[in-house]
């Protein structure tokens, strides 16, 4: 396999050319340090990632892991197998991009955190503490809108907040308040969503006053407050006047960050640009994406995109096209992605939504192998779900572990007459299975994963076969101590503003 310099890798990403650079330790791993721009793309779920992370097959790709693991190696043999013909190996890994000088981030979606920092620092976006908002709730007309998904919101939120994902808060804010004397808090678990959430309002020229809560749902609690559970508040869809007055702000938000449009020709001429990756991507609610359409594109929320941008966009200088109807969201998102120094991206002036239903993943071709709906009482069950959900539910004496670690787990698992793979659906496991048959006899696959599992489940890890450090644990993970965690979290998110200065590829835009 070819070899690529580090300091030819940052040249490239300092340029306009397009290059996708991929991760393929563990996400856990992932979290420890990386280059600025790298995507996580773990070897043991790449064929699950690959399809929508990097969706052009030619586009050029350079993989790298810790530098002696030899993950690389592997990951780069199975892309030119799926039909990436255009595959570097970063030289030394991590290791080799340190050696020469060049900056590591620690933590997940670093992009898209430190240029939350970034936002705050270059726009003086104002914020209130945990404190005084509890004060002022008392005895003052507040809204707090929460900019997370529904589930984030659902698991715990600041009481009497309402639920209004990032890229909505524009659209539906002005019913949610009509008087232009309500104070609107803006939160989140910790800062970027709350920073971003806050900043867009301010932008839209919404005229409320409007602070984000510093250091969100974390800093609500290490206050000593208590957050809401199971809260199901979710802001309605906006009336024809709440809708007129979102459509007015986002046009002045486009005039001011130079926010592009094209037409539906004009993305038939970016699909048949063989030079060129593109991504079609519907900002929209996904209950509104499920309902209808535009054909071929992938369902990213707005404010997900803008706040976790390298779970969808691998390929950086690519093309990346923006769908919405009412145009107000996807302006509101590319706004923001113009600020982040993405210089392709256009809203899409004349969607014809005809596809309904969920998007299939772009997953190549799963390898038949032979299943069981049952486990027999003389096999061994390994499963190849996230830590996370294997410590919360699974299959009653099953063992836990990485598919890229498979020889792990051979040495820890007793020997048995047979092994059933599972995962969380299934797909995983099968694609696990050749490989784990060059390791164990009898090897099988549960038909359908845990999904499909009706039988009893038990929770704990004791029955690892390896580190758990497959995926970031998110502070709210860490039950015993999430206190600590959070207050960890919270410092490495402030410090990326001082961080980002040091790596010349980050190009970060300040509008007037």
């Not at 791993?29 to 600025?36: A, I, L, M, N, S």
């Not at 981030?105 to 939350?116: D, E, L, Q």
Request: hydrophobic share 40%.
């Amino acid at each position: 396999m070819e070899a690529i310099s580090a300091s030819r890798v940052s040249e490239l990403l300092a340029g306009s050319g397009e290059l996708a650079l991929l991760d393929v330790r563990e996400q856990g791993v992932h979290y420890r340090g990386h280059p600025f721009f790298a995507c996580s793309a773990p070897l043991s779920r790449l064929e699950l990632v690959i399809g929508e992370l990097v969706p052009r097959r030619t586009a050029p790709i350079v993989v790298l892991d810790e530098g002696n693991e030899g993950l690389a190696e592997k990951a780069a043999q199975k892309l030119k197998q799926l039909g990436y013909p255009d595959v570097s190996i970063l030289e030394g890994g991590c290791a080799g991009w340190k050696q020469a000088g060049l900056e590591l981030f620690r933590g997940v979606n670093v992009p898209s955190k430190a240029f939350g920092e970034f936002v705050e620092h270059n726009y003086g976006t104002p914020r209130i503490a945990a404190g005084e908002l509890k004060r002022l709730q008392e005895f003052k007309k507040i809204l707090v809108v929460d900019s997370r998904p529904f589930e984030e919101y659902h698991r715990m939120n600041i009481p009497e907040g309402i639920d209004v994902p990032g890229a909505e808060l524009v659209y539906r804010i002005h019913d949610l308040a009509p008087s232009p004397d309500t104070l609107v808090v803006v939160n989140c678990a910790g800062r970027t969503r709350s920073i971003i959430g806050c900043q867009s309002l301010r932008n839209a020229g919404i005229p409320n006053p409007v602070v984000a809560l510093k250091d969100g749902t974390m800093g609500w609690e290490l206050a000593g407050f208590t957050v809401e559970r199971g809260a199901e508040r979710v802001a309605p869809a906006p009336s024809d006047d709440g809708r007129a007055k979102a459509r007015a702000a986002a046009e002045r938000v486009a005039k001011r960050f130079a926010v592009r449009f094209c037409t539906s020709q004009d993305l038939s001429g970016f699909r048949a640009d063989p030079g060129r990756t593109l991504y079609l991507l519907d900002v929209r609610t996904r209950e509104e994406f499920e309902r209808s359409h535009f054909a071929g594109s992938r369902h990213a929320p707005g404010g997900q995109l803008v706040q976790a941008s390298d779970e969808y966009v691998g390929v950086r200088n690519a093309r990346v096209v923006l769908v919405d109807p009412d145009r107000v969201r996807a302006i509101m998102t590319a706004s923001w992605l113009n600020q982040m120094g993405w210089n392709d991206v256009y809203v899409l002036e004349d969607p014809a939504l005809t596809e309904t239903g969920p998007r299939k993943p772009d997953i190549p071709a799963i390898p038949s192998w032979q299943t069981v709906s049952e486990v027999p009482s003389d096999a061994a069950v390994l499963d190849l779900s996230t830590s996370l959900r294997f410590a919360k539910a699974h299959i009653p004496g099953a063992w836990w572990g990485v598919r890229s670690r498979l020889h792990q787990a051979q040495e820890k698992i007793p020997p048995a007459q047979a092994l059933v793979l599972t995962s969380e659906d299934g797909v995983l496991a099968h694609l696990a299975a050749p490989e784990a048959a060059e390791l164990f006899s009898n090897v099988t696959v549960l038909e359908g994963g845990n999904a499909a599992w009706r039988g009893p489940t038990e929770s704990g890890a004791e029955r690892a076969t390896t580190t758990r450090d497959d995926v970031w644990y998110k502070p709210y993970d860490h039950t015993a101590d999430y206190l600590k965690h959070a207050r960890e979290y919270l410092d490495w998110e402030v410090a990326l503003v001082e961080q980002i200065k040091r790596d010349p590829t980050i190009r970060f835009r300040a509008f007037p």
